[in-house]
DNA sequence: AGAACCATACTACCATACAAGACGACAGTC
DNA sequence: GACTGTCGTCTTGTATGGTAGTATGGTTCT
């Protein structure tokens, strides 16, 4: 049932990193805001050389950005690079759709149908954190049963930022139950072994996501670059 | 001229990193290999630290593998794999190449017609190194001329994997000669502003990249996993 | 002879200390 | 008053020592 709290993995640095990860995300370390090795070292009782190390992996992934004998910041959001991220999660995502559609495992299918109820249920309860997990669960499953798992190594960083901006436009369950009726949409498609329909109901779930983009960004433009 | 020759950018941990990428990529460390940090680190001059952050850099690419108190190899060539990140790699750069012909930067497009001759003349010298190079840069020249720069993040990664098992493959000019030949057949269809067929050329291109692998596997089965 | 056991040499990992660059405040000068 | 040079304090970057875990080879017991 703990499916999604990510155990405490191997290193302090790794463990670090995913920490950071989830607050960046999250939005309790805001766009812009700076991170300091060593205030993070004293926060969680490790030195600065995991942190550090943490803080490389997350400007890999763009989440921060490192500032040689400066500091370290939080990048900010950008509507321009959320667009062509979307572009690029588009041509791989809906690729996978049509691959489901083509050849699907039996056994990641009910796992499939456990999750939706479960994202159904946390988005009632308006309960943000669990509804983008359990999105994420569903993603990987449907690249994992469509074979192409490398496929989700690809996406996830792009999942990432678009997350952060999603803590912004999630404001409502109304919104999340209907990304939880997308994901059903594409399912259908994929049990009727419909490719094109799969990849258009893709299609049309990633337009979803960014649509009230460009409002938020008139409402909060400090965490805009 | 020297845009082949990357400098030795910011800090020793990049600068090392980058020069263990090139080695593993052109198999002067060979899959299955082990890296110890001290022996890299005695070799350039440097502290074990840097070299550990750029291990884990590389680590995250997949190229090598840390196993925790034991070691660090360079990790196999994986058919299966491979195949995957052609498919993810195939989904990205035919939607590149289809929003190309759609639109397209004039100032980066002039700028491929030189890319292309270099490469045409060091793929008569056999030239391994700067052949696969000068490919990097077509291929990222043409995504930041669609205006999707951020597309070749996601792609390099792939790229980097598959340029290692291409030194296997890419054995004679001819070849080689094919790979720019299919290089015009795509930027052809760019001109002529024909977002399917640009697509279709890239789908052929990226198609015959990895056509001789099965081989190469059968002839260096110790290289695979 | 075979197998369990232990010492040793290796590894990645973390902590600490030091170095070098960048920014801001302040004093001195024109 | 505006400008400039210098010093102090922040930051990240690098070096080094020490720790825990793993594999290996020799040894001892059965």
Redesign the interface.
């Known amino acids: 049932m703990d499916a999604i709290t990510s155990p405490p993995s191997?290193?302090a640095?790794q463990r670090i990193e995913a920490e950071l990860r989830r607050a960046i995300i999250s939005m309790a370390h805001p766009p812009g805001s700076r991170l300091s090795e060593q205030d993070i070292a004293a926060t969680y009782g490790v030195s600065r050389?995991p942190v550090?190390?943490a803080l490389?992996?997350l400007a890999?992934t763009r989440l921060v950005e490192i500032l040689?004998q400066r500091g370290t910041v939080v990048v900010k959001i950008s509507t321009r690079?959320m667009m062509?991220?979307r572009?690029?999660r588009?041509?791989?995502e809906?690729?996978?759709a049509r691959?489901a559609a083509e050849s699907f495992d039996p056994a990641a299918r009910v796992r499939i149908d456990d999750l939706l109820d479960l994202q159904q249920k946390v988005a009632q309860r308006n309960d943000h954190t669990a509804f983008q997990r359990y999105d994420e669960l569903f993603h990987i499953a449907l690249a994992e049963g469509a074979?192409?798992?490398?496929?989700w190594q690809?996406v996830s960083?792009?999942k990432a930022h678009m997350d952060r901006a999603c803590h912004l436009t999630l404001t409502n369950a109304e919104t999340m139950l209907e990304l939880v009726e997308q994901h059903r949409a594409i399912m259908a498609a994929v049990d009727a072994c419909n490719p094109a329909a799969a990849a258009e109901a893709m299609h049309c779930h990633l337009r979803e996501i960014l649509r009230a983009l460009p409002k938020v960004e008139a409402e909060h433009p400090d965490l805009f670059e």
Not at 147 to 151: R, S, T, V
Request: charged content about 25%.
């Open positions: 191997g290193s640095a050389q550090r190390e490389i992996g890999r040689p690079k062509e991220g572009f690029v588009e041509a791989i809906t690729a996978v691959r074979g192409c798992a490398m496929a690809a960083d792009i």
